[in-house]
Structures are given as structure tokens and as C-alpha cells.
């Protein structure tokens, strides 16, 4: 559904993305782990075709949408707005299905999205990207900046239209504990480049990961 | 009192054509976040045009539509040299169109000459039961402006194109995520403001002979009133212009004509330096 080739993408003079291959198969969830400034937001650019790549081959097989990194919304139009813009390329104008996901944003929905909590954006900018009747879904940083409950709760929502709908998710985190939680196999990009790929029962496993992501031996440290 | 009436409407007219150029600030900055300083270059495009086109024999309204055209021509030739190399930031697009407004005064000149132009606007007039004498262009120019700011209040707020419009300014990043393109609705926006801008020209010349550098006294006027709905709120902007065009026909007509654009300039002052200072507190409160 998802696969990149030898990917190279460039800011300026600086290389971004360097030789990146990764593949996500129609109806699977994978995880793309990483440091900051590491090239996870550039991928999750350069696949909704935002930038394009200097190098390499990026091949989608199917619609695809992009929940960005720090959620994007337009903060000085209603939700119902924001909602509705999300069906831009897919015509899609009835958002019945979004309030339906997301019981909590039907008060809201007269509301500027600006001024919801960052759980509620969240769901916003989820909701965005379902309005493009999307096959498969990029999540840059579903957990950045929300608290631990509310994460729990969204994760849950990516999980279900996963495993209910078949979307196919490649979900860009820093939390690597959520990010196991959730998927199957992992990439882990750093430098823009993949320095490991895996199961993720084999990358908790693995001394480098759980140094630089665990924050020392699984089980200890803080939790979550 | 009559005598007041009369400037009152007075006032009101030409209140309206500064709105109109104001608008079509409003609508190049909420799309593209630029301050397209060759507004009222459209303006003034539009009014030789017509001017021009009325001498060679085309009837009323033919004449002024193919202008207001023109002006709309003009919009978009001077959206593609500004924002239509993709990455350009709004304050090189800025220069840009301050550019395309001083390299416009020549092209004027080739083709109209540097004398001032008019022409006569609705004839007629009508008289109030007070005593007071409305000519009834006064009126036209009112109407057509009341109708230009509901028409496009509604588009910008009911329409999807126009929600996407707005879209586009308020995060073209995110506009970009689901798929909008942003230089093209930029594209959009600049067309709809030289349209607007050649709608005040047509419309305001018969009011004032305009000459190729009267853009900068409309532009000072249109951006006044800009700033007072902080370049994104067209009924504010409306608001502000029909302030502005009362308080310097009050001012001309009671025998200070010569301050017009020292008013327009003191308003825009306190204006920004209100909304700068508002704008400060909501970031600290942000924080």
C-alpha cells in the first residue's frame, strides 16, 4: 500500500531523507520510531506528495491521508469547516461519520477549532483525514503534547478503524512504548536514515532501541 | 442641515469606494497573507479604461464591464509575477507588488497620457425632503457597494470555495495537507481583487478624475480601512471606510480639504497602534 524505495529527499543542501526504503502492507499498522529533526515529518511530507523526492521512488496504492504533525488544523474556522475541507479531493461533504467516531466533537462542532483542547484537535485533525475516504492513513505524532488518558483513548480509535475498517496505518511516533503497543513491525529512522526494522517484540529487545526510546530497561523507568 | 445631509452622503460615497479597494485588500490578504500594495493601481487601471473606452464610442456599462475586465486582467498578471513562483514569502511578494504598482504609472502613461481623466457617472439627481440634493451616482455607488460586501461575506462564510479560500490563509501548510492548492486559490484571490479594485475605479472616477498616480492617495485611503478589520474582517473594513470617507468630506467641505490624507494617515496610525498593542496582551495571555 505504502512503499518508498532508496528515498532521498533534500532541503536546500541538506539531506533529509537519505536512501529511506520501507513498505506497509494494505491493512497493516506499522510504526515509524525516531528522534527529532530525524526525517519522520519530511517522510510523512514527501508521501502526501508535499514535497517531492530528489531521489528514489515513493509508490501509494491508493488514496492516502496525512494527520500532520502538531495536529494543522485551521484554528478560525468551526470545526464542522475544518471537517468538511478534509473532503476537498474526495467530495466527501457528509461528516455524520466523523461526529459518529468521535461523540465529542458533535457539541462542539459550531465551535472555532482554535479554541478545543488538544485531545478535541486531535480528533479534529483525525477526522480531517477520514473526510478524504482515505485507504490508507499517515498519524504524524498522534501523542505529542496530550496527556497519557487522552492518547490512550485516540490510540484506541487508530487501533479499532484499523483492525474494524482495514485501514492501513503507518503511525510516525516518538513514544515508542505507545507505538509497540499498537503495531506489529517498526522502522526506526535516524539521521534520515533507517538504522533498524523489525518486529517490535525484537526491537524492545534490541540494547539500542530501548536506550535511546525506552529510557533504560523496559518495565522501569517512567511509565506511561 | 441640508448642507450637512449633502456632505453626509457625499461622504458615504466616497466612504464606499475606499471600502471597495479596502475588500479587495481584504481578500488578496486573507488568501495569500500579502498586502498587495498595486490595489489601487486596479482601481485607477479600471477608471482610465473606462475613461478611454467611452471616448472610442462603446456605450455606458459595456464600457465599464470591459474595464472593471481589464482591472481583473491586471489582478492576475500581478498575482502570477508575485506569488506564482511557489515559496515566495508574503513580504517579498509585498515588494513585488509595490514593483508592479510604480512599473504600472509607465504603462499607464504610454497608453493615456499623465493627464487626469474622468467621466460622467449616473446623471441626475434627487432631492431629499429636508432641501438636501443627492446626485444619484452617490446612491449607485452606495447600493453597488452594499451589495459587493454582502455578496462576498457570504461567499467567503457560506461557500466552500470561499471556506477553502479562507483556508488557505489561515494555515497553508494544512491547506496543503488535504490537498489544496495554495498558489492557485492565491491566484483566485488576486483575480477577485483586481475585479474589486477595477469595481472602486469605475465607480469613483466620476466622483474624482483619477490620474495614473492616484493609486497612492486610494491606496493610503483603502489601506486605513483595512487595518481597522485588521486586514481579514470585510465588515470592519467597510466600517472603517465609511468613518474615513464622512470625516474627510466634512473635513473638505467645511474648508479643510487639504488635510483628506493627513485624516487617512492619523486614523491608520491610532489603529495599528491599538491593535498592536491588543495583540500584545492576547500573547501574553497565550503563554
Not at chain 2, 118 to 129: A, E, I, K, R
Not at chain 2, 137 to 156: D, I, N, Q, S
Not at chain 2, 247 to 275: C, N, P, R, S
Request: aromatic share 6%; net charge neutral.
Amino acid at each position: 500500500m505504502i512503499e518508498t524505495r532508496d528515498l532521498v529527499v533534500r532541503h536546500g543542501s541538506a539531506t533529509a531523507l537519505d536512501q529511506v526504503s520501507l513498505s506497509v502492507r494494505r491493512g497493516e499498522m506499522v510504526a515509524l520510531l525516531g528522534p527529532n529533526g530525524a526525517g519522520k515529518s519530511t517522510l510523512a511530507d514527501t508521501l502526501s506528495g508535499i514535497l517531492s523526492p530528489a531521489a528514489g521512488t515513493v509508490r501509494i496504492g491508493g488514496r492516502l491521508a496525512h494527520v500532520p504533525e502538531g495536529r494543522q488544523l485551521f484554528p478560525d474556522l468551526t470545526v464542522q469547516d475544518n471537517l468538511l475541507l478534509g473532503g476537498w479531493r474526495s467530495g466527501e461533504r457528509d461528516t455524520a461519520f466523523v461526529y459518529e467516531l468521535f461523540p465529542a466533537l458533535a457539541q462542539a462542532r459550531r465551535r472555532r477549532a482554535g479554541v478545543l483542547s488538544g485531545g478535541q484537535q486531535q480528533m479534529v485533525a483525525v477526522g480531517r483525514a477520514l473526510m478524504s475516504r482515505p485507504d490508507a492513513l499517515v498519524v504524524d505524532e498522534l501523542s505529542l503534547g496530550l496527556a497519557p488518558n487522552v492518547t490512550r483513548d485516540l490510540a484506541g480509535h487508530i487501533v479499532r478503524l484499523n483492525a474494524e475498517r482495514g485501514l492501513t496505518v503507518l503511525l510516525i511516533e516518538q513514544n515508542a512504548r505507545l507505538a509497540f503497543g499498537m503495531c506489529e513491525r517498526a522502522y526506526v529512522l535516524e539521521a534520515g536514515r533507517v538504522v533498524a526494522q523489525g518486529p517490535c517484540a525484537e526491537l524492545a529487545g534490541d540494547p539500542r532501541v530501548v536506550r535511546a526510546y525506552l529510557g533504560g530497561a523496559i518495565g522501569g523507568g517512567t511509565r506511561s | 442641515m441640508s448642507e450637512f445631509l449633502t456632505y453626509l452622503v457625499n461622504g458615504l460615497a466616497v466612504g464606499c469606494g475606499i471600502a471597495l479597494i479596502a475588500s479587495g485588500l481584504v481578500a488578496i490578504h486573507r488568501v495569500t497573507g500579502v498586502v498587495n500594495f498595486a490595489q489601487g493601481t486596479f482601481a485607477v487601471i479600471a477608471g482610465l479604461s473606462a475613461s478611454w473606452l467611452l471616448g472610442a464610442g462603446l456605450p455606458h456599462g459595456a464600457a465599464e464591464l470591459a474595464a472593471v475586465l481589464i482591472a481583473a486582467a491586471a489582478g492576475l498578471l500581478t498575482g502570477l509575477v508575485a506569488i506564482g513562483r511557489r515559496g515566495t514569502a508574503p513580504q517579498s511578494s509585498l515588494i513585488i507588488t509595490l514593483g508592479v504598482a510604480v512599473l504600472a504609472y509607465a504603462v499607464e502613461i504610454v497608453a493615456w497620457g499623465d493627464q487626469p481623466r474622468s467621466f460622467p457617472g449616473l446623471p441626475g439627481s434627487v432631492t431629499l425632503p429636508g432641501g438636501a440634493e443627492i446626485q444619484r451616482h452617490h446612491l449607485l455607488v452606495v447600493a453597488a457597494t452594499a451589495a459587493t460586501f454582502v455578496l462576498l461575506t457570504l461567499f467567503f462564510e457560506r461557500t466552500y470555495p470561499g471556506k477553502a479560500l479562507s483556508a488557505c490563509a489561515s494555515n497553508p501548510y494544512a491547506a496543503r495537507v488535504i490537498g489544496i492548492d495554495v498558489t492557485r486559490m492565491g491566484l483566485l484571490a488576486f483575480l477577485l481583487g483586481g475585479l474589486l479594485g477595477g469595481l472602486a475605479g469605475v465607480l469613483v472616477t466620476p466622483l474624482r478624475p483619477i490620474s495614473f498616480d492616484t493609486d497612492v492617495l486610494l491606496m493610503v485611503n483603502g489601506f486605513a480601512a483595512a487595518v481597522f478589520g485588521a486586514l481579514r474582517r470585510p465588515g470592519l473594513a467597510l466600517a472603517g471606510a465609511l468613518l474615513l470617507g464622512v470625516a474627510e468630506t466634512l473635513a473638505a467641505g467645511y474648508g479643510y480639504a487639504a488635510y483628506q490624507t493627513e485624516i487617512a494617515l492619523g486614523f491608520m496610525l491610532v489603529v495599528m497602534v491599538v491593535q498592536a498593542s491588543r495583540r500584545a496582551t492576547i500573547h501574553e495571555e497565550a503563554v
